[in-house]
């Protein structure tokens, strides 16, 4: 009868016992992520390779895309103290909302936050912990057909007017010539945070404020304001198709990418898309700051986004979760995720990176609108701001929809946002 030598009885048990004790110490996390562009398909391949560099074991969630639904479903497994996701994928607006249900960072990223923008770095910290991790940064673009501009001899527009008067000459030239579908401008007009993001430009860009000054101060009702949200009003039916009024990312970017649109309000990762092989506009593409406000006081504004990564403090393995997202939030991951997805990165270096901008050449040409997009007034509102964002985006839709003069809209979201604040105290 055969026997196994002592020596390789031995070494069989002690790989056995090896593999037994790292399986026991094996975790599995869930991450939540995004669906817009290649965000879940980027989301799956780094939690991959984190998972066989580490030996865990990675779920990935996936939410919804509509930011509200999104907020909605967080705010309702924390609020149950659910350990059904480990880690959030939040919106730049949620830390003040969300943060008391999430763990610090700050002894995991062990100095690492400096490398990312201290703006978002300050955003992210609530009670002087660090509760989400910056992951990628976001603020509107003007994305335009370069060949209808120059086929009919366009500037680039600088203010919003402009704008108008160019995709109207457009519109109609392209319809002439056989294309019924043609529309000079497609953005995200449906009543939801987008509206919020794009209303929030249009104000701003006229001089009228940003609804909640730093001060806690009310200052949406005012004539500048007005003026630019019946300026938007004025481009639906007439540039804009009327089905804008329930257009979201996604809405936009299909009009725009099946090229029957001139112009298109969006965010940065639109690009990749609109550069894939299979795009029926590839190659005739670009990419500016939006419009300014008409009159002495125009500017170019874009609002600020960008999402972020936290660990909830209800989850069983907080560690492994926030060692995910060191790896997630890294310049390595960043720059693959700038590269592939145009996802644009947190940390100043990357913007000089030669592949980063290669892949995205908007990237360096328009860093200074990422660097100075303009906030919405989450910090300030704190655990109110979801419905001073409600409040302001249903108000402009009433405008857009033609159900309401901004005149008469503004003074009564006023008041709405007075009671909300109780008199301006918002904490």
Same mark, same amino acid.
């Given at each position: 009868?055969?026997?196994?030598?002592?020596?390789?009885?031995?070494? +069989?048990? +002690?790989?056995?016992?090896?593999? !037994?004790? !790292?399986?026991?110490?094996?975790?599995?996390?869930?991450?939540?992520? *995004?669906?817009?562009?290649?965000?879940?398909?980027?989301?799956?391949?780094?939690?991959?390779?984190?998972?066989?560099?580490?030996?865990?074991?990675?779920?990935?969630?996936?939410?919804?895309?509509?930011?509200?639904?999104?907020?909605?479903?967080?705010? $309702?497994?924390?609020?149950?103290?659910?350990?059904?996701?480990?880690?959030?994928? %939040?919106?730049?607006?949620?830390?003040?909302?969300?943060?008391? /249900?999430?763990?610090?960072?700050?002894?995991?990223?062990?100095?690492?936050?400096?490398?990312?923008?201290?703006?978002?770095?300050?955003?992210?910290?609530?009670?002087?912990?660090?509760?989400?991790?910056?992951?990628?940064?976001?603020? *509107?673009?003007?994305?335009?057909?370069?060949?209808?501009?120059?086929?009919?001899?366009?500037?680039?527009?600088?203010?919003?007017?402009?704008?108008?008067?160019?995709?109207?000459?457009?519109?109609?030239?392209?319809?002439?010539?056989?294309?019924?579908?043609?529309?000079?401008?497609?953005?995200?007009?449906?009543?939801?945070?987008?509206?919020?993001?794009?209303?929030?430009?249009?104000?701003?860009?006229?001089? #009228?404020? &940003?609804?909640?000054?730093?001060?806690?101060? %009310?200052?949406?009702?005012?004539?500048?304001?007005?003026?630019?949200?019946?300026?938007?009003?004025?481009?639906?039916?007439? %540039?804009?198709?009327?089905?804008?009024?329930?257009?979201?990312?996604?809405? &936009?970017?299909?009009?725009?990418?099946?090229?029957?649109?001139?112009?298109?309000?969006?965010?940065?990762?639109?690009?990749?898309? &609109?550069?894939?092989?299979?795009?029926? %506009?590839?190659?005739?593409? #670009?990419?500016?700051?939006?419009?300014?406000?008409?009159?002495?006081?125009?500017?170019?504004?874009?609002?600020? #986004?960008? /999402?972020?990564?936290?660990?909830?403090?209800?989850?069983?393995?907080?560690?492994?979760?926030?060692?995910?997202?060191?790896?997630?939030?890294?310049?390595?991951?960043?720059?693959?995720?700038?590269?592939?997805?145009?996802?644009?990165?947190?940390?100043?270096?990357?913007?000089?990176?030669?592949?980063?901008?290669?892949?995205?050449?908007?990237?360096?040409?328009?860093?200074?609108?990422? !660097?100075?997009?303009? !906030?919405?007034?989450?910090?300030?509102?704190?655990?109110?701001?979801?419905?001073? =964002?409600?409040?302001?985006?249903? =108000?402009?839709?009433?405008?857009? +929809?033609? $159900?309401?003069?901004?005149?008469?809209?503004?003074?009564?979201?006023?008041?709405?946002?007075?009671?909300? =604040?109780?008199? *301006?105290?918002?904490?």
């Amino acid at each position: 009868m055969n026997t196994i030598p002592r020596a390789a009885a031995l070494a +069989a048990f +002690a790989l056995v016992a090896s593999l !037994a004790a !790292a399986q026991a110490q094996a975790a599995s996390v869930k991450i939540s992520c *995004g669906a817009i562009g290649y965000e879940l398909e980027l989301c799956k391949s780094a939690a991959d390779a984190w998972a066989k560099k580490t030996g865990n074991e990675v779920q990935v969630v996936a939410t919804p895309a509509d930011s509200n639904e999104r907020l909605a479903l967080y705010q $309702q497994i924390l609020g149950s103290q659910s350990d059904k996701i480990d880690i959030f994928q %939040i919106d730049v607006v949620w830390p003040g909302l969300l943060g008391t /249900h999430m763990i610090d960072l700050t002894p995991y990223a062990k100095g690492t936050q400096s490398q990312h923008f201290e703006s978002i770095v300050a955003n992210n910290t609530v009670g002087g912990k660090l509760v989400a991790m910056p992951w990628f940064t976001d603020a *509107g673009l003007l994305y335009y057909r370069k060949d209808l501009l120059e086929k009919y001899k366009q500037p680039l527009p600088a203010t919003w007017d402009d704008l108008a008067k160019s995709a109207k000459l457009i519109q109609e030239g392209e319809r002439k010539a056989g294309n019924d579908r043609m529309w000079g401008y497609v953005f995200q007009g449906r009543a939801y945070e987008g509206l919020s993001c794009n209303a929030l430009e249009w104000l701003v860009s006229f001089g #009228g404020g &940003s609804v909640v000054e730093p001060s806690g101060k %009310i200052s949406v009702n005012n004539p500048r304001a007005a003026e630019a949200l019946q300026t938007a009003a004025s481009w639906v039916g007439t %540039i804009s198709p009327s089905a804008v009024l329930n257009y979201a990312e996604e809405e &936009s970017r299909g009009v725009f990418q099946a090229g029957n649109s001139v112009y298109m309000r969006n965010w940065p990762y639109a690009w990749a898309l &609109s550069q894939a092989a299979d795009s029926t %506009i590839k190659g005739k593409v #670009g990419i500016t700051v939006l419009p300014k406000g008409n009159g002495a006081n125009g500017r170019s504004a874009a609002t600020l #986004g960008g /999402h972020q990564l936290a660990v909830s403090k209800y989850s069983k393995n907080p560690a492994i979760a926030a060692d995910l997202v060191m790896y997630m939030t890294s310049a390595e991951v960043q720059k693959e995720r700038a590269i592939k997805g145009s996802f644009n990165p947190t940390m100043p270096a990357l913007y000089k990176d030669p592949e980063v901008l290669k892949a995205n050449p908007f990237m360096g040409e328009l860093y200074g609108t990422f !660097a100075s997009a303009a !906030a919405r007034p989450a910090t300030v509102t704190a655990s109110h701001y979801n419905q001073v =964002s409600n409040a302001f985006w249903n =108000s402009a839709h009433e405008v857009l +929809a033609g $159900q309401a003069k901004a005149t008469a809209a503004l003074p009564q979201l006023e008041t709405s946002l007075g009671r909300t =604040s109780r008199g *301006g105290k918002w904490n």
